[in-house]
């Protein structure tokens, strides 16, 4: 399909990772002959060997600035950039380090080629929903933090187990002793919920889904729900110090009894793939699906 | 909330099971009281103690003229009336024999009770999704058939695997050995498919669930799908003598190598709750969710 | 380590494969060279290259001659050359054809290196537990059968659960309602007992394990026992017509509500392997050990 | 059967817990009546309605002079108990305080009927495996400890992944990345290692389980390997600050990467039942076997 052109375009590239120096430079001289703006987020300015390139502040200001956000980088790369980026109507695009990544899906070696195609409109695009997460203590709100994978709150040591009640919707839904919950988008269906036993979702689907991390009861399931929907989490035990609540990974607030985790979908972002990009390919590379473990009876 | 009242009221009673004529004919006599019209599946007319009540001649004729079908039995009984009323705009309500269902939440004892609550236009109701399958042989439509809860496709003997490929919108998903495959709806994941490893989805969510039974690839999960999506199972194995496709439990049709199932979702049923119905007390019930297997480290 | 030598040496290759016969004629010549009496199976005869060859009229007659009997073909052949042999004091050795299996690990490119090695006493010797059930209806002992991966119990038809009770040593388990019953040993807990959602056991550990096929209770978990236990699965379900009893995927008996399967140990066969064999790495070839899903956050 | 008959009695009540104090001293009386030597844990002490009972000064002095210990509390304090007591060699009981545990399988209301027959000399013993850990940096043992339930090795902050490596009895298994890693006896294969997803394993099975906890490689499955093995796992992390080593839910040691720890069945205890003990009943009460979650489909 022929979509929108892009005229601005901001560059991320992971921090901190000398492999990404030559791929970086590689794609802004693609980008400047082709006439089109180029600005670079100030963390990745040390690695430019071009001069005269605009470098942002921050990444906020390359979202004020541009209309496509190129990532160069891994999917952890691309989680950062879009939890910053949700607030502001741009597209993101990820360029990975020669390990596919289920966001960022285009290799080096196709960079180019792809680049280019989307540069001239032919693309797809996909919405994908980030949720967002608010720690209330007492009637205070103590921090928030937003995700494109999870939230997940689970407890930081072994020796004490993490009991928390789930409302959803402003129904009680039940009290479990568990190292943890992941609350996971459609987007992080495949990242720890998956590890933590959760199924697949449809990234397309307006959905989340509630996997328990070793719950005590053997009857928990994971649990999809509608994306609109409201979740309340709160930590019930009375012994616990301190449990954790991480949003894609990152340490967002500690938690203690009493403390309420309240979960939306709010915002999203705009992935770009290639014309030819299939999920259901990706999810066959990465999760091995042709591997059949054991020979044919009639072997 | 208050919603249309009904005035044409159709009964279906499980057929043979010799304790629903009591509860049969108590409800009878609630309606006639209230004045209002009451039509009895032929299958149920040998339970009836009234005279002068009218027979419909089968559950189509029941749909043709009832606003509200009252289905006394279990979840078992509601699956069939349902998938038979699919296409007629009438509402459910199921009344089960003592045993909370999914689907019929109403017990005897609270018959009166709520029936009088929701006759009064108190009551909640909400939409649940139907799939229907059809099965191609060479290019002619072999037979179909329609599921509330779920279409299976299984091998009926254990001799030989089941060798299947999925396409989903006409995308390539995977080729996979097993012993079956469950393509479930959100009122269906509490069935079979839990049964099989599959999540709980909340049953007014617009999705889809694919579940494998017993897969050779290790790596293989639930795929959560959209509620729209066009699936395709077509049988790939060249030894297998008869799979089977099964709607609700039930036999539709077997299948050979070469067949193609074709499953979309088509139709739905309205089922009626009183208000105070609530999903997650019925899940909490049914899969003792308060039960925690083993004691605080503390004791 | 160094063991006994091998002098009389029997042959069994894959029935209707054509890609065995270069493997067994090379291998023939392979042993004449050594001046070992060779045997070949009767099913094997007419792939036959060399004359003057004994054909034995039957598996079991190679039993009775030979004390190694190399298989060639993948883990279904060695799985029914294990089962007839298993009353035999001789030892077993797997050739593949080309594709690893759990059983069979040695290719055919590597097959002249180690049996040199193997020939010259240098391999590893491990003795596997086959286990032998008895179908009773009422007192009588209606058919028999042994394994070497497992015995199901399987409901052939979707549209009935399967009910059935089990005993432990005399001691009540549980009464379940599901698909089936997987009584596997450790050499069956590759294979389906894995797909049904069992633990890998390591071959020598003298243990059983029953997993439940789609379980209707929620808390059903695989249950691992001593290898000396004896098991009794009893048919309880009213409805069911025809159940199956499968014993390495082989139907043995169909089975109706009463009968009763008493599942032993009894029987080892002894599988030789080069001396550099190692379970764990057949593990982590099959199962693809290596492959992580997800990239590192910091990616 | 019959067995020996204790004479030297100790008794442990769960530390702080208020309900204790009438079965202690309960239990006391009954012992004295029956003209048994009874010492009490200094722990218990203070909760003492009795004069001129033996005050032991620690645990370690109940095992140098008791043939019999009892303890009072849940599987938490019997669990504690048999790490402090396993190098003695006593016989321990569990009485619980209401709450059928694995463990401590006797309440209070059978207490002096089943306490009555044991002394009698009618009881079952059981031996029970312990393991025990060994954690070596560089060269030097760092720390050690034991568990009858469970060694396990945890990350102890979300947002760094752990990664490790296991060798068993000298041979690689595998690397994994994951959130930890359960090493668990059949005693704790109803604990955490249950709600990591182990199989439950006979209590007297000589054999060990290991369970991924939230593997990212999606083929990881619990292995169950003999109960004599060696078992080596590295930390290989090259980021994690420190990992967590935990026996029976109590902190060791924390771990930094290049830590080895090994771990070893060593040392058993016996523990003493009811005549009329089944471990069968216990995994139906606890696990709820009964229940089955959806309705036959002929309801």
């Known amino acids: 399909m022929t979509e929108d052109m892009f005229e601005n375009i901001g560059l991320i590239a992971k921090y901190g990772d000398i492999q990404v120096k030559d791929c970086l430079n590689l794609l802004i001289s693609f980008l400047l002959k082709r006439h089109l703006n180029v600005f670079v987020d100030a963390s990745s300015a040390d690695l430019l060997s071009h001069t005269n390139i605009n470098v942002a502040a921050n990444t906020e200001a390359l979202g004020q600035n541009c209309d496509l956000i190129i990532v160069i980088g891994g999917d952890g790369t691309l989680l950062q950039a879009a939890r ?13 380090l020669g390990r596919l990544g289920f966001l960022s899906d285009i290799s080096p070696k196709e960079m180019e080629k792809y680049l280019g195609e989307i540069l001239n409109g032919a693309y797809n695009s996909e919405d994908r929903l980030l949720i967002y997460a608010e720690v209330y203590r007492d009637k205070a709100c103590l921090s928030y933090c937003n995700a494109l994978n999870d939230i997940v709150i689970h407890r930081g040591n072994l020796s004490h187990m993490l009991t928390f009640e789930t409302m ?24 720890y919920a998956l590890s933590a036993g959760g199924p697949l979702i449809y990234p397309s ?6 996997v328990t991390i070793c719950p005590h009861t ?3 399931r994971p649990l999809v729900i509608d994306g609109d929907s409201h ?7 009375d012994r616990i110090e301190q ?31 290639p014309e030819k990009h299939d999920h259901f390919a990706i999810l066959r590379a990465k999760l091995d699906w042709s591997k059949s473990i054991y020979t044919h009876l009639n072997d």
Do not use: M, W
């Open 243 to 273: 449990a954790q609540l991480n949003a894609d990974g990152v340490l967002c607030q500690t938690l203690i009894p009493g403390d309420r985790v309240i979960i939306e979908k709010r915002q999203h972002i705009r992935l770009i793939h």
């Open 205 to 210: 689907l307006n959905a989340l889904v509630l």
């Open 168 to 191: 959803i919707d402003g129904h009680f839904v039940n009290c479990q002793r568990a190292d943890g919950l992941v609350v996971a988008t459609p987007t992080g269906s495949t990242a």
């Open 231 to 237: 979740i309340q989490i709160t930590i019930v035990h």
């Open 84 to 96: 910053l980026l949700a607030k502001y109507d741009v597209c993101l695009l990820g360029i990975n």
């Open 218 to 220: 053997l009857s928990s």
